[in-house]
């Protein structure tokens, strides 16, 4: 048998916090709610995650489109392309030297021009206009004498409202969730989201 030299710590149960807090306050709730910072920091996360659900979702939109499409010809080409930067990415530090190099350091757009366009967010919207989106309904419009642009906007995207859908939810989580992006490229507090402040 091996003895220890430490004995078990002795615990004391007073049994006083149950289900509520003992001394249930506000206090902190209203510290927290009348400084001007904290709605400063989310009215700029709300900035944020608009406007990336906007640039992002019209990207993905416009790239998935002729991915998803059999007679582009550059189909598979674009497509590997794109989904190497999956596989391959830069790094914080490359990352970093990009957005200072194109003078978006402390700048607003530094939040939501890196970030412009999800990869996995092409896919699953390739995907999704590929399956639900019948090539005899593209090839009708077609016929009709619509165009590229005519047929993406009248037909694909009212047919693509569920994936909008997922997409909004995807890129405004992601955005609000963002903390590292605004660590590295957001030193001054005004420009700050909540999460950082």
């Known amino acids: 048998t091996v003895s220890c030299a430490f004995s078990e710590p002795q615990y004391v149960v007073t049994k006083q916090v149950v289900f509520l807090p003992k001394g249930f306050?506000?206090?902190?709730?209203?510290?927290?709610?009348?400084?001007?910072?904290?709605?400063?920091?989310?009215?700029?996360?709300?900035?944020?995650?608009?406007?990336?659900?906007?640039?992002?979702?019209?990207?993905?939109?416009?790239?998935?489109?002729?991915?998803?499409?059999?007679?582009?010809?550059?189909?598979?080409?674009?497509?590997?392309?794109?989904?190497?930067?999956?596989?391959?990415?830069?790094?914080?530090?490359?990352?970093?030297?990009?957005?200072?190099?194109?003078?978006?350091?402390?700048t607003r757009w530094a939040m939501i021009l890196p970030s412009a366009l999800s990869v996995y967010n092409v896919i699953i919207t390739r995907s999704y206009i590929e399956n639900n989106i019948h090539e005899s309904l593209i090839e009708s419009a077609r016929i009709d004498g619509a165009n590229d642009f005519y047929i993406l906007f009248k037909v694909v995207v009212p047919l693509s409202k569920p994936i909008i859908a997922v997409l909004v939810l995807f890129v405004a989580v992601d955005k609000w969730n963002s903390y590292m992006d605004a660590l590295m490229y957001l030193p001054s507090q005004e420009l700050q989201p909540i999460q950082l402040y």
């Open 25 to 106: 306050s506000l206090e902190a709730f209203k510290f927290v709610l009348r400084n001007r910072d904290v709605y400063l920091g989310f009215m700029n996360s709300v900035i944020y995650s608009g406007v990336a659900v906007l640039f992002n979702t019209t990207l993905t939109i416009l790239l998935a489109y002729p991915l998803s499409r059999r007679y582009f010809s550059l189909r598979k080409q674009l497509t590997v392309f794109v989904v190497m930067t999956m596989f391959f990415s830069a790094g914080m530090i490359p990352n970093f030297l990009l957005v200072t190099n194109l003078g978006l350091y402390d």
